[in-house]
């Protein structure tokens, strides 16, 4: 885990066990080499490999495959109001990567380090918002960049009222948090992704699930409009 001083509230890197061994196997590829590129924050590896292609033919190549774990994401969602819990906090890799300020608005979400994808995200959740989860229930599950990172995300969703946000949230200083919590009408987040005030995957992927729902469950025509 990141660790902090109190002077600075700077974060570094700590320095993690070796990483656990590919046990992953199938008839369709021969895995050929593993090289650790890095162990500092997560896990970085280059795999040489065979893969069969669907003409029969074995053909060798070497990719660069990036571990932080699994991780869990949650979008708060009031159907009597219409609203959704959001957050708001700055992204390193969007902000080298054309993202003018570098604040993302997203759901809130994390890693399991350990636990299963309901404790984390009630972790989170209570984290990030503040708001204690009720009924978290899972939606879907989804690799979101499999060309190169390994992550698994478990998607929920869950209602939540006024009266569930016990704390303010923002997340943990020691781990580099500063998040803005933000409540906002659902129509008007949908519309966000449109604009491209919301721009996160997981996030807009929950959200329209959600708007989706609602639509074939004819709870929200004002959807439809």
């Known amino acids: 885990m990141p660790v902090a001083t109190a002077a600075s ?87 080298i990567n054309g993202c003018t300020d570098g604040y993302l608005i997203e759901a809130c979400a994390g890693l399991l380090d350990g636990d299963d994808p309901e404790t984390c995200i009630r972790r989170e959740a209570e984290e990030e918002t503040g708001y204690r989860i009720r009924a978290p229930r899972k939606v879907f599950e989804a690799y979101m960049s499999p060309g190169s990172v390994t992550e698994k995300l478990h998607f929920f969703v869950a209602e939540y009222q006024v009266e569930d946000r016990l704390e303010a949230g923002g997340g943990l200083a020691e781990e580099g948090e500063d998040i803005e919590v933000i409540e906002m009408p659902l129509a008007e987040a949908l519309a966000g992704i449109q604009t491209g005030l919301i721009q996160d995957g997981k996030t807009v992927m929950l959200l329209q699930h959600v708007a989706l729902k609602q639509l074939v469950d004819g709870t929200n025509p004002a959807l439809t409009r």
């Open 9 to 95: 509230c700077e974060t570094t890197a700590v320095k993690r066990p070796a990483p656990t061994p590919i046990r992953a196997s199938a008839e369709h590829v021969r895995l050929l080499d593993t090289q650790l590129l890095s162990n500092n924050w997560y896990v970085l590896r280059k795999i040489t490999f065979e893969l069969r292609r669907r003409d029969g033919q074995w053909q060798r190549q070497s990719r660069e495959a990036y571990d932080r774990g699994n991780g869990a994401a949650l979008l708060l969602f009031d159907p009597s109001r219409l609203t959704v819990v959001l957050t708001r906090q700055f992204r390193l890799p969007a902000f």
